[in-house]
Every structure is written in structure tokens, then in C-alpha cells.
């Protein structure tokens, strides 16, 4: 049986540092304790895991108070407690064409009650120019909601242009990190990021059902909670604490998860964003070369590693995406994602709508040799399509 080769990390990534699983499991088999709810000495020490993994993200995300980010099940609740937290009837929300559903599908959800959206059309390639803002904005506009690298093209939005552009008009700038949050620098200050949704099976190689939000100070006091209920804390009243963390983190949390998230953050933190960075964007830029050398094949997005994460999507002509990651699989064990990855929209842009793309995404853990196969792989199907 051939080795596997696993391409689908703009998904979720595989496989983790060694020690996530480590971390995730001496909880479970060592600790169990419930964090914030008893004063025993496992609740104390499970509460010590969730408190060290938000100071791994804060230190990640320039963060300087580590109680601004409140953990979720994954971005897109992060996203849904930003958008339908701050966003009321009779407000304006901007933005752009190649978000993903997490972003689109709450935005369409508030239109049909009362908020007016502006959608920005990117390029072919995914750009988005930041002079477009300006003329979008509007008297009631209340946010501006990007996604910091695009899903389908892997493509970097000028997140601190549009920062500056935001702040010019008052307006709130939310970002959606799924895609770039261990993969790429993050400073919030720097940037001008004032809601930063993130999730945790990504680049920051913790498990699936972990993730968060970012909140710049006073933010809080305009968006209620998703959800009520027990935190903890204040046990005496029978409101919802109305201080960060607490005011959105009801019921217990995902104490195994965030042990593993903390892993998966500190082994970033030990190894630098840079050098992740420069390993992804070496293994895209040897990739695009080479895909540009076979014959048949159409790539999608900016086919620079410089302007995109390491996510590449392409087509081979007389195949449909489908067709191509089933022969990849079956023949090659070469795992992809066909379709169109929860972003109509940004399909639609590009011209890839219905049909969608065949989407690779690389990781640290992928290697050059592993690189070249998959071209061996894609020459071969490109030859005999």
C-alpha cells in the first residue's frame, strides 16, 4: 500500500505535532478535572491547561490582556458571535467576494432581517483592492468582515490597509483567520483588527471543535452572548457574568481540545510563524512551477507564495475536480478536496462556478519529495485525460 500523502490541510491539518495527541491525552488519563467548577486539585490544574492555551494565543495574536479571547467550537461560531452580536436592522456591513460561508451565510441570515450588505467584487485572482472600500461606505455603516486569506484561491487580503481604511470611519474591522491564524503573522494591534475569529484544527494544529474570538476592549459591551448559562463564576446571581472571558464561555468547555490547542500553539510559538511560513511558501512556490509546465491544466488565484497561503487550486481541462481527486486518491493515495469548499461566492468570482476546483493544501509536516510526486501524479492524468 502507498504511503499516504495528505494534501488537504486548508480542511483541517494532518497530522499534528506529536504533542497535541501527548497533551490531550494526559489530560484525559492524568488530570479530568472540570476547570472553574471545583477547587480541588485536578479542577485547578484543568484550569491551568485552558488558562496556558489562551496565553499561547495571545502571545500568538500580540494580545495583550490574554482574557480577550473567549473560546468557541470553531470559527464559524466565532464569526456568528461577532456578526450577530454587533450587527442590528437598519445597520451596514461590508464585504468582499471571496469569503466563505461562515462569513456569507450569517450576512444573508441578517439581511433577511433588517441589516443592508455591500458585497466588494475581488479580482479574477481573488484581490481585493482597498480603494474600493471608501465608496462603500455608508452613515449607518457598522463593520467591514474580511477574511484574511481567501479559502478557494489562497489569496492574502491587505488586512492592515483595510484596517487603516476602517478606522478612518469609525468602523469595526472583524477577520476571519481560519485559514492564516499559525500560518501567518497576526498582530491585532498592528493591524488594526478589532474582532479576530480563529479556529483551532487548522494551521494551529489543535483538534477539531476548538477555536475563538478575539474582542478589542469595549467591544464587549455591544454583543450579548450566543448562549447563557453556568461559567463558574458569580454562581451566586442568575445573570450571565458580563466579564471576559466568562460572558461568553457557558458550560464547560472543550478542557481536552483546548489542552490540545495549547500544544499545537506552543509548538508554533517554539518554532516561529516565520520559519512555518518560509517552509509552506518554499513547498507552494516548487508546486506552482511546476503545475505551470504541464499541459491542460488551469491554476486559480494569485500562482505567487509570496501573495497567497500555501493552498493552490487548479483544474485539468476535460476532467471534472471530482474525477481528478478520485484518481489521485485511488491510484496515487494523494488526498485533495474537490468542489466548492463552502465559498460559492468565491467561485463565482474566479469563474469556477458550479463545477468548482481541485484544492491542495500544503503543510510544515509536507515535504519537497512529496511535492514532486503529486506532479508526477498530475502529469500522468493531464497526459490521459
Not at 495571545?58 to 461577532?82: H, M, Q, S, W, Y
Not at 516548487?286 to 493552498?311: H, M
Request: net charge negative; hydrophobic share 40%; glycine share 10%.
Amino acid at each position: 500500500m502507498k504511503k499516504i500523502i495528505y494534501f488537504d490541510n486548508a480542511a483541517t491539518s494532518w497530522p499534528k505535532p506529536e504533542e497535541v495527541p501527548a497533551a490531550m491525552t494526559r489530560y484525559l488519563c492524568g488530570i479530568g478535572g472540570s476547570p472553574g467548577r471545583s477547587g480541588h486539585r485536578l479542577s485547578i490544574e484543568a484550569g491551568r491547561i485552558v488558562l496556558e492555551a489562551r496565553e499561547a494565543l495571545a502571545e500568538l495574536f500580540g494580545v495583550e490582556d490574554p482574557f480577550r479571547i473567549v473560546f468557541t467550537k470553531n470559527a464559524t461560531e466565532a464569526l456568528n458571535l461577532a456578526l450577530r452580536g454587533l450587527l442590528k436592522a437598519g445597520d451596514h456591513v461590508i464585504t468582499s467576494s471571496v469569503e466563505h460561508n461562515s462569513v456569507m451565510r450569517p450576512l444573508r441570515a441578517l439581511e433577511k432581517e433588517g441589516v443592508e450588505l455591500s458585497v466588494l467584487p475581488c479580482s479574477i485572482r481573488g484581490e481585493l483592492d482597498p480603494d474600493a472600500i471608501r465608496p462603500a461606505v455608508r452613515r449607518n455603516t457598522k463593520a467591514l468582515v474580511l477574511t484574511h486569506a481567501a479559502n478557494v484561491t489562497g489569496t492574502i487580503l491587505p488586512i492592515a490597509q483595510t484596517g487603516r481604511i476602517a478606522h478612518d470611519h469609525g468602523i469595526v474591522l472583524i477577520v476571519d483567520a481560519a485559514q492564516t491564524a499559525g500560518a501567518l503573522p497576526i498582530h491585532v494591534n498592528e493591524t488594526g483588527i478589532d474582532l479576530l475569529a480563529f479556529t483551532g484544527h487548522k494551521s494551529l494544529f489543535g483538534p477539531p471543535g476548538t477555536g475563538g474570538l478575539y474582542i478589542r476592549q469595549g467591544l464587549e459591551a455591544n454583543i450579548p452572548p450566543l448562549m447563557a448559562g453556568g461559567t463558574g463564576s458569580r454562581s451566586e446571581f442568575e445573570e450571565q457574568p458580563d466579564f471576559l472571558p466568562d460572558k461568553y464561555e457557558a458550560g464547560t468547555p472543550n478542557t481536552v481540545g483546548l489542552a490540545g490547542l495549547g500544544a499545537g500553539v506552543a509548538w508554533i510559538l517554539a518554532r516561529g510563524v516565520g520559519a512555518i511560513r518560509a517552509h509552506e511558501e518554499a513547498l507552494t512556490g516548487r508546486f506552482l512551477n511546476g503545475l505551470k509546465e504541464i499541459s491542460g491544466v488551469t491554476l486559480y488565484g494569485p500562482g505567487d507564495p509570496s501573495r497567497q497561503t500555501a493552498l493552490i487550486s487548479f483544474n485539468i481541462k476535460d476532467l471534472m475536480p471530482s474525477e481528478v481527486t478520485l484518481e489521485l486518491d485511488e491510484r496515487f493515495a494523494i488526498l485533495s478536496r474537490p468542489g466548492l469548499h463552502c465559498a460559492p461566492a468565491a467561485h463565482r468570482t474566479i469563474g469556477t462556478f458550479p463545477q468548482g476546483t481541485v484544492r491542495f493544501g500544503f503543510s510544515f509536516f509536507n515535504t519537497e519529495e512529496e511535492i514532486d510526486a503529486a506532479l508526477a501524479a498530475l502529469r500522468e492524468l493531464a497526459r490521459g485525460r
